[in-house]
């Protein structure tokens, strides 16, 4: 027999309980509306039964934390809430906390937080005072002593399972142990964002974006998505591809008479039902948010695995969806795994070139070598990172890192920053150098440009703009002796006004005592052979060295062939995108 409450305040706590058991979790101005609407009392008394229901913890307080306009949330009280309790009442009443527990049961109890902004669709600043943002929904389920949060040395954070003694049956781990299961997570969010460019440059040559405007997750910083409209997506351009539409896409010029297109790209897992959610649960808002008119969008998604169920519920929705396999074939299912096994090797050892050779050897069979460029261009920097720790001995290097310098916020509280990705940032105590290094891994025949500070993956764009910015950023070594210097390796040419370029700053101020200033396919081949590099040579010469095809000459019957050999030819950088 269920005992039945005595005064008013228990029958509002009972109400407020039972309400609570439905959704877990409601905002202090939430439950105060509902009292006032059941009970018919004022503001005042309605806020006063919260309040006390909270002190004789028939119901549980979020304090210390709080949420929009500085509130709490209350939540159900009960000793035996679990974590797939949660998620039983969260499908329906909660939708997006579903889906970032789901998506960590998935996962082995972890996901980045970048993740589950996605996952959540998550708006990057809370917009009212519901748990509408993915650090509210933190906050909620640590107040349930549910999950965690860990930042790793590269700045990284995830979220994880707290340790608990419920049964969670998905392998929780202590602080301790929590190593291997963050390193195993990074190489996932690497694998994610290992095509990016690729498929991009894919898209382009397609006519499905256009190449003005790309903003996307750089595999460098997996956990810096693009964000727009306070939403974080994979990657997101614009099209001109128009269609039936009185305006042609050749008279498309401005943002606002294209379509945007939106990317979600996972290829280290199965495309699950909860992304697919996410994802549209962003377009939706990205859709609704403008007062007058409405958003053009064009969602893409790219996956490596899906169920039959969530591939026919995206065709109803109207999302277009490719598998990786069919845009570069099936033979890159085989690059993907070794790329994890990449990934893991270098969490264990430098000397990867073997296991580069090996991917370098898939992605030639699968015929795709021009299209992949960009992942033989990551290969070709984890080939590089043995011979520069030959060069410079036991200084400390950075590698992958972004500096980044934020402006002054204007009127509207929108902020300018200006940030830029170095290969490697060496600190050399013998010499006493700071030396920032770029690498490009191309085929031999394309040349790189001198062009100017303003023209991307230019000698100019590195040495008169990025170098003087990344320079900014050291002020105290710098003040303290150590001595700014450049260098720029590359599997690719220099053209004739770059070449004279290096030439001269081979004679100045930025060359380091350990190298030249700029090393060229020639010369890079030169150097790793005296340093004994052997294998690296072989793979710079088998997979980055332009060998035109043969072609045999038309001859009249009964005279011998010749094999005619065309000429070397080169590629501008500018036509590779």
Known sequence: MTNQPTNQQEKYELFLNDHLKQILFAS???????LMEEFNISETNARQAVSRAAKAKVIASSYPYTFGKNQYIYLYRENYLTVFMIMAVSQKSRPPMYRLLRSML??????SHYEGMKITASPGIATSTKVATLDDMIKVLSSMSMVRTYTDARDIKYILFKESPFNLGIGVVSSADEGPLIKNHFN???MDAALMPDILRWLYRSNLIDNTKIIYRNKKNPQTGAVHNKLTWDAFSYT?????NPTFGAKSEEVEKQTMVALDIVLSRKYSQEDLDGFLDRIQINLNSVSVG???MMPIIFYRECDELVLNTISK???IAFDIGAIFGQKIYEVLQELSELNSLLQITDNADVAVKNVLKTIRKTGQDDLLRDLKGSLFEVLMYPLLKNIFGDSTMERGRTLITKGPKDAEGKQDTEKYEYDFIIHSA???ELIFVELKGYMSNVLIPLGDRDKRNSLSWFFRRTLPFGATHYPMELANGRVLKAMYITSAQFDQDGQLF???LNKGKLKSKNGITAYDHHDLIQLLTEKEFKNEVKIIKKFYTYKPEKKKAVKPAGEISHDVLPDWSTEKLDDIF
Request: charged share 25%; no cysteine.
């Open 28 to 34: 202090g101005s939430d439950l105060k509306g509902l």
């Open 106 to 111: 998935d996962n082995g109890g972890i996901i």
């Open 188 to 190: 996932k969010m690497l």
């Open 240 to 244: 001109k591809a128009t269609g039936i």
């Open 294 to 296: 409405h958003r053009k």
């Open 317 to 319: 929705l109207g999302i």
């Open 430 to 432: 013998h010499p006493n």
């Open 502 to 504: 290096i030439d001269d």
